[in-house]
Every structure is written in C-alpha cells, then in structure tokens.
C-alpha cells in the first residue's frame, strides 16, 4: 500500500516513470505547490519500495503487509492434518 503525503511532492514523476509495475499515475487534484501528486493503481503494487527510495522528497511511505500470520495459520493446518 503506498500513502503519499501528497503537499510534500513537487511533481517530478520519478516515482511513476520509474515504478516497475506501472502502479502509479497522477491525480486529477492539485496540491499547495500547484502539482498533481501520485495515485496508486488498485491491484498493480508489489510493495518493492523503489517509489519510496526514489522520491527526491520523501513523499512516498510504503506498507508492506505482514503475511507471517497467513503461514502459521497455514503451517498449523498441516500439522493438524498429518495427526488424523
Ligand atoms: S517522486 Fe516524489 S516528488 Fe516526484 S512525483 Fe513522485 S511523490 Fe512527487
Ligand atoms: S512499491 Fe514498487 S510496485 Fe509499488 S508503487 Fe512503489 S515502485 Fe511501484
């Protein structure tokens, strides 16, 4: 998930051009420097953080989410069938 403080952005289209999975696009509204911060697309990012790492202004915050709990859930499963 990507959160963009959006009056910190100057609009230079780093993070867009060069987010390798096309996950970014401006947005229709302006901010207080007069530019269109980025938006991210639903369903296109991978959490690679390349966004967060390139914006000259420390605008982009990602979270990536934490699937650890998903694999112990899946690993008790296992281990419950293996005792029927
Ligand atoms: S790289 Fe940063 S300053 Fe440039 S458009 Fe993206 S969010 Fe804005
Ligand atoms: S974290 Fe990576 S995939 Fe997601 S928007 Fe940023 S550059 Fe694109």
Known sequence: ?????????????????????????????????GVHPPIEIE?????????????PDFAITVTVEDKKDD???KKKTKVACNEV
Do not use: Q
């Open 71 to 73: 694999l112990s859930t």
């Open 43 to 55: 369903d296109r990012c991978v959490g690679c953080r390349l966004c967060e790492l390139i914006c």
């Open 1 to 33: 998930m990507i959160e963009v403080n959006e009056d910190y952005c100057k609009g230079c289209n780093l993070c867009i051009m060069f987010c390798p999975r096309k996950a970014l696009e401006e947005s229709e509204k302006l901010n207080k420097k």
